[in-house]
């Protein structure tokens, strides 16, 4: 039997995007579309939430992008090694009670995030379009787990080297424009698809959920990183969500905050390579 916290399985999905399926069976008893986990890779590691992207008998599956210290340190955990800590279900479960035909759309990352809501409105028996968007062929990830989970699966890269040559929105569009009717739309990916989504989404008048994971930090509400005005209220994607109402969040507000932390995780990540570059010449 596998230990507490092990990983079991690890796998590279491209060079920078890791899945790790963790013996937790308590987490997987539990966990239900939308909700985080709370990992440490070690004693002194930092908290990271990770959104659950899929539940096997009692191994749960978290996908992480090696960002900053922290993934990079998490990354160098061998499969029959343990996590300090996996803590969760954490954070409220993505709402798909009612919705009988739906369209989700993922950016990068975020696909693997979208994979367990279509799979939860799929297997509720909701009509589900899945819309993946990435940069170029060679990153695309979980196609064949997208395709299972949805009834139609549309993959989009930004410079056409695979299925539609564009941006999620595009293809979004494209299939409003061609009739199809949506009781909600999900969007899950980084901020500016979620914010342009929401856009078309509002010419539609389709009621659209977002989850604000991407800007969540420490997953506790202490940090006010992840704070996100809401209809003019400020709320805690940790805490209050990670899911809100799309049509009613500050996306330019969050964009803003969330631009600050970028040059404090390149130079983590530099610092990081730096490191393990002088251990392998030592």
Not at 35 to 57: H, W, Y
Not at 87 to 102: S, Y
């Amino acid at each position: 039997m596998p230990k507490k916290y092990e990983i079991v399985r690890k796998k590279v999905l491209t060079p920078d995007i890791t899945s790790i399926s963790v013996y937790a069976p308590l987490i997987a008893k539990k966990a239900r579309a939308g909700q985080f986990i709370i990992l440490r890779a070690s004693e002194d590691g930092e908290r990271v939430p990770l959104t659950v992207s899929s539940v096997d008998g009692e191994l749960v599956t978290v996908v992480y992008q090696k960002v900053g210290d922290s993934t990079m340190t998490l990354d160098e955990i061998p499969e029959g090694e343990c996590l300090q800590d996996f803590v969760g279900p954490l954070g409220e479960p993505t709402p798909i009670e009612g919705v009988k035909r739906a369209a989700v759309v993922g950016g990068g990352l975020g696909c693997a995030i979208a994979l367990p809501v279509a799979k939860a409105l799929h297997d509720a028996g909701a009509k589900v379009d899945l819309i993946g968007g990435f940069r170029t062929k060679d990153i695309v990830i979980l196609e064949e787990e997208m395709g299972k989970a949805s009834d139609n699966l549309y993959i989009c890269t930004d410079d056409g080297s695979y299925g539609y040559n564009g941006f999620t929105t595009g293809k979004l569009e494209e299939l409003l424009k061609n009739g199809e009717k949506y009781d909600r739309v999900y969007a899950i990916g980084p901020l500016v698809m979620m914010k342009f989504v929401c856009r078309v989404t509002e010419k539609y008048d389709i009621p659209t959920t977002v989850s604000m994971n991407p800007i969540m930090i420490d997953g506790t509400g202490m940090c006010g990183c992840c704070r996100v005005t809401v209809d003019g209220q400020v709320k805690f994607a940790c805490v209050d969500g990670p899911d809100f109402d799309g049509h009613k969040i500050d996306f330019d507000e969050t964009i803003a905050r969330a631009a600050t932390y970028k040059e404090f995780e390149q130079r983590r990540r530099a610092e990081h390579k730096c490191r393990l570059e002088g251990m392998s010449n030592g």
